[in-house]
């Protein structure tokens, strides 16, 4: 029954690789985000889709390419990956009721570790 | 510029104290306020949202309050267990129009028995 699940758990790879990072929740909502988390444990928002349309595109490189197959489902390819991707990776969802109340419901990250 | 700040970085109490958290945000203008709980190596589980209305809200032994012309919110933890430790994040929506969470610097708990 799990709410928002994120594959993998955890990504090694090596500089200049492109990897994805997966992202479904089955709790109906419309709105999906991607989060970073930096080392030093702050956590910023990269992205956010409603209905499968980018709401909100942060100052990220345009290495990072999210893409939404249908509104249960956020995906985030890395191109050409660096040192400075290392962090951890969370999705989130929420519902958007005209702007009402909309907890968010965080996944439980993918740790990714670029060499 | 939106920036939250939280205090303390990190907290250690022995078993059974009451506690507060503080979360303080530099624009009064949000639209709501969630506090959340990271345990290591986890997500996010949400605790508590206060709408910008609200002055503040309960959930078991967590009660969360709201000074929105102050920039502040308080998470008071009540009779505290080793089970709550975890790192306490707070978060403030900007506004109606956007669904946009701007993050606190968080507050590492640890309760000891």
């Known amino acids: 029954d799990t709410a928002v699940s994120q594959t993998p758990k955890y990504l090694v790879t090596q500089m200049g690789n492109d990897k994805s990072i997966k992202c479904e929740q089955n709790?109906?909502?419309?709105?999906m985000y991607w989060y970073k988390q930096d080392s030093k444990k702050f956590l910023k928002i990269m992205f956010s889709?409603?209905?499968?349309?980018?709401?909100i595109n942060e100052t990220v490189p345009n290495r990072f390419s999210p893409k939404s197959p249908d509104k249960a489902h956020l995906n985030l390819h890395i191109n050409s990956l660096e040192l400075g991707d290392s962090a951890v990776y969370f999705c989130?969802?929420?519902?958007?009721?005209?702007?009402?109340?909309?907890?968010?419901?965080f996944g439980p990250g993918t740790r990714l570790t670029v060499l | 510029k939106q920036e939250v700040t939280q205090i303390p970085a990190a907290l250690s109490v022995p078993e059974g104290e009451n506690l507060v958290l503080n979360c303080s945000f530099t624009?009064?203008?949000?639209?709501?306020l969630q506090w959340f709980r990271q345990d290591p190596g986890k997500g996010l589980t949400s605790l508590l949202l206060i709408q910008s209305s609200q002055r503040e809200q309960t959930s078991g032994r967590l009660n969360a309050s709201l000074d929105k012309s102050s920039g502040r919110s308080t998470l008071y933890i009540a009779a505290s267990q080793p089970g709550d430790s975890a790192t306490y994040l707070c978060a403030v929506r900007r506004g109606y129009n956007t669904d946009k969470l701007i993050f606190g610097t968080g507050t590492r708990l640890q309760v000891f028995p």
């Open positions: 889709y409603n209905n499968k349309e980018l709401i």
């Open positions: 624009d009064s203008a949000i639209y709501n």
């Open positions: 709790l109906g909502h419309d709105t």
């Open positions: 989130a969802s929420s519902q958007q009721d005209g702007g009402a109340y909309n907890e968010q419901f």
